[in-house]
């Protein structure tokens, strides 16, 4: 945020007047205050707020170190309140700040600091063995550990309470959430103060502050450590991800699925109150449940017709295959289970073991839930998503035989409370920024752009956030890459096509809707089938007409067979291309790849699904017969059931 | 902080006794006694420890409370070590101990122990603290002991004759020259120790000694200054405030460690996981079964062999681990696995998908680069890339089951290519690292 509001301004104001207060006695001529000391200790403080910016031994120290307690605490044991409030001043007027607007966060920073460190060294003299009066020795040690552990605490108190503050006029942050955090900030802020009195007593020792100044690297080695610690877990994170977005290489149908299931289900996790290494635990395995259609030929996934049973029985093997490469990764111990397991239903009918009732592992029968919920309310490419009302009856109705319904309860509970905002991810990290798109986006030619389909793309993911730098390039269908209306669009409930059918004949279905849509859970798949079709005719008519995109956006149509339009649009641009000749350059499609990296696209474009084109010639013939390729495989296995 | 180490050292000791015998003790004949490194070693040790014993039970302790004191510290900093596997797993027993070598008062009372009685505390505590680790069922770590008990002997004997016969007082003085002393005398002392641990890995492993060193002293940056200036701080904070600062001035150290700890976790994790990665290819059915994993360790002994530094080849390993990582977005792989020798075009293009999806795991950025380079022409290469690319050669070569079949045969056909495609350096390394593992023969 760049303006500062009014509120936070006068919040800072009255900060810095009451500091100023604070350090006023400390600069009155006869305070007396030992002003080499002070300027000593500034500088220090100072040195380590910059130390974050240079690099150690090739390890570049992580911005995020926080400001250098010990220094700070130590000013407070050794000078008086006043003088050690001006001690923080010089360093945080000349620290790093991470955003805009830096000057009042500086000027913030230095008034927060001397509030803290003044109100810190009140509650340390008046504890102090001697009154105060006198520096502390070697005789009051036990006890001069009692006022250097309470005046770390003040200083913790004060400086989370004015950040409460801070960030409740400023962010306009809830206060019960601005001060969550708080209790969580003591341990660290005892070792600090641990050190300051170490630190003080050296100090005016006759070892002088050049011992003093050794304290404080174990410090500063532990809090690098705990940063470079961060750094590497968040890292850790990313590749995790990068493993999912491996299947999103495969099939982009289900673009975004791993993350948005792994976020229902540590929804439901924190419903059922799991602990917290547990929640992460479930959201990992939701995040990973289908890892294993890396092992899958990418020719089924994509298949356009009906699968034969062998191929069938090859998706079917996801699961294992998931559970196979997850193997190494110890943390994911619980996890594991859940990944092997989440094709199974209650009723025993389930794959790969047929394990039923409670055999199922708890993660497995969340995971269950997480998925089927997530299927049935986003988007695919044969058909619009199902509100979240609708998605949870559905799951309700179901309860007993394929879900344990006691998740499915929670599910319903922790939407009621938290609602349900696929779009946002906000437990994870934004996907790595744009860095890599650009990259691998140059490659693109016109022609391909034109033919894969951006609606392919299951629309509500963050990961096509905003325009796609492409589309400048194709001009094709501009309005379509935006996933704008489809979030939007989401829970209004527009879905006139979907109707609660009746259950359809339940007998062989698990195992044939995972072909179809191999995310898509398949104990669903008896109940949703006829809600399918009237969804999937209207995807289909549109792919002859070639002006789709251009005002895609209300397409909240009369026809009630079109609610997916965004959706199908684009890929009926595609699949008409060749056709109808509609978009720019289609014909140069299939042959005309001359880049090298066609197929880096559609791994790396968010919304890029379509990859017919590069190597595979009989692919690219294929598409205009295709169209609805997903769909028509659905429609006949529906139909035949 | 716990009060035992999570994670039980359960993996066999790195590099154990199992091995040694696969460096250069090859070369020396059977018949005579092998007098490596780890026995010489251990054997100074032996007698030093032996030689402070005897002198301590003649002299009787001085101080005993002091003693106590730092005993304690000492066996319970080596009781909360975690797995032997690692450099310093103990700094809390080892800055105990270099503190106790380098303690001259307390609280203002002359307080020095003797050398004798230095490496006699030292031994009894870190004996008493491998105790329970003992009796648990992991490995003794008879190096780290040893190297404890010279480290020790060493600073005491730089430092106690100096103090009790009043030298360093009139060097010195008693201010901050004294401090900047002790400083200095524990900087030497873990100089002396990260050669110790140099020599002591290359007479296990074999590898060159450069490298070796360099990460040791690498090493010393992190952790080990912690230790070392937690060490001077301890003997002058007990000097000036008496035994109470003990428990204090071992709070930020104990942090350092549990950091230490929870970064190398995650560091394992990461690695796991990126494995997972590099396999979730061979599921796939892009490349054969255990190819990502063969060609990341030929790759780091390679690199090994070539001096790179240890951030180099954690470089190295994980873009070795991921440089098929490209094959991923191919659209269907050839049916068993096997894509066979691909072509220059097939290589670039693996390559430069594979560089975009390494770039959104979040692993080193260096590492992106190298995977996207290998498909160029190696003069084009940065060196890890032209590793990758050689050792990659050489396992389909070799494990391929194609005309040339064998290490030896990959090895020959990979020297033919050293005109254009394999830099002869890296080939060199590579045939020296196969010759040292043994695979050559």
Known sequence: MRVVPPGACAYILCAVLAAGLCAAPAVRPDAGTPWAAVALLAFLYAVCEQLTRCPLMGHRAPADMGSFVPVLLAGTFLLSPSAAALVAVPGALAGRVGRRPAWPRRVWHAAQLALSAFAAGHVFRALAPGGGGRPVEAADFPYALLPAVAGALAFCCVLGLLECGVLVTAERMPAGTACAGLPRTVAPYLAHGLAGL?????????????????????????????????????????????????????????????????????????ELGMADDRLEAVRFAGLLHDIGKLGVPTRLLRKDGPLTPEERRVIELHPEYGHEIVRGIAFLEEARAAILHHHERLDGSGYPYGLS??????????????????????????????????????????????????????????????????????????????????????????????TAGPGRDPGPQPSSSGPHPSSRKSGAHPSSRHPGPQPSSRGS?????????????????????????????????????????????????????????????????????????PDCGPPSAQESAPDSAPSPAPPSVPESVPDPVPESVPEAGPATPGRHSGPEPARGAVIPRGRGRRPAGASSEDGHR | ?????????????????????????????????????????????????????????????????????????????????????????????????????????????????????????VLAAGLAGTAPHVALGREPVPDQLSRRVLCAGFAATCYQPLHSSGTLGEWTGHGPYHALFLLLLLVLTALCDALLCALLSRSRTGWP????????????????????????VMALAV????????????????????????????????????????????????????????????????????????????VLEYAALMHDIGRLSMPDPAPGGEAGPLTAEQRRRVARLGGAVVRQTGVPEEVAVVVERLGDPYREQPLPARVIRAVDDFDTLACGGGPVAGPLSALEGLRLATAETYEPRVVEALARALARNGALL
């Open chain 2, 1 to 121: 902080m716990r009060a035992v180490p999570r994670k039980a050292p359960a993996e066999p000791s790195p590099e154990g006794d199992t091995r040694p015998e696969a460096g250069p003790d090859r070369r020396r004949p059977r018949s005579l006694p092998r007098l490596s490194f780890p026995v010489l070693l251990h054997t100074a040790a032996a007698l030093a420890a032996a030689c402070a014993l005897a002198w301590t039970l003649r002299q009787g302790i001085a101080y005993p409370g002091t003693a106590l004191a730092f005993g304690l510290l000492i066996a319970s900093g080596e009781f909360l070590r975690w797995g032997p596997a690692h450099r310093e797993a103990a700094p809390l027993g080892a800055a105990g101990a270099l503190a106790y070598a380098l303690l001259g008062e307390v609280g203002g009372e002359p307080g020095g122990p003797g050398v004798g009685q230095v490496v006699a505390v």
């Open chain 1, 357 to 450: 009732g409670h055999r199922i592992p708890e993660f497995a029968r969340v995971v269950a839930v997480a998925d089927a919920f997530d299927a049935m309310t986003s988007n695919r490419s044969y058909r619009r998503a199902r509100p979240v009302e609708a998605a949870v009856t559905e799951l309700r109705r179901c309860a007993g035989t394929q879900f344990d319904p006691r998740m499915v309860r929670a599910l319903a509970r922790a939407i009621d409370r938290h609602g349900w905002h696929p779009a946002v991810t906000a437990d994870m990290p934004p996907r790595p920024p744009a860095a890599p798109d650009p990259g691998r986006e140059a490659p693109e030619e016109p022609g391909r752009e034109a």
């Open chain 1, 198 to 270: 170490l630190m003080s007593v050296l100090w005016l020792s006759p070892y002088g502050p050049v011992a003093a100044l050794l304290v404080l690297l174990p410090m500063y080695i532990s809090c690098w450590m705990y940063a470079q610690y961060h750094r590497e877990r968040t890292a850790h994170r990313s590749t995790i991800r990068a493993l999912v977005q491996a299947v999103d290489i495969k099939d982009r149908y289900t673009r975004g699925h791993g993350e948005r299931v792994g976020r229902a289900s540590a929804l439901i996790a924190g």
């Open chain 2, 239 to 314: 000097a000036v405030a008496g035994l109470w600062a003990l428990p204090v001035i071992c709070l930020p150290l104990l942090l350092s460690q549990f950091a230490c700890r929870r970064y190398a976790a995650v560091r394992a994790t990461y690695r796991q996981t990126i494995t997972s990665l590099a396999r979730a290819t061979e599921i796939a059915g892009c490349t054969p079964a255990g190819h990502a994993r063969r060609v990341a360790e030929l790759s780091r002994a390679t690199g090994r062999e070539l001096g790179l530094s240890e951030p180099g080849l954690t």
């Open chain 1, 493 to 565: 409930g527009p879905q006139s096509g979907w109707k609660p059918g009746p259950p359809a004949v339940p007998d062989r279905s698990p195992d044939l809707s995972p072909d179809l849509s191999p995310d898509f859970s398949p104990d669903l798949s008896p109940d949703l089938s006829p809600d399918f079709s009237p969804d999937r005719s209207p995807d289909l008519s549109p792919d002859l007409s070639p002006g789709l995109s251009a005002d895609r956006s209300p397409d909240r149509s009369p026809d009630s067979g079109r609610p997916s339009a």
């Open chain 2, 209 to 232: 000694l450069g490298p070796l060193l360099r990460e040791e002293l690498r090493a010393l940056v992190g952790i080990g200054s912690a230790m070392c200036a937690t060490g001077a």
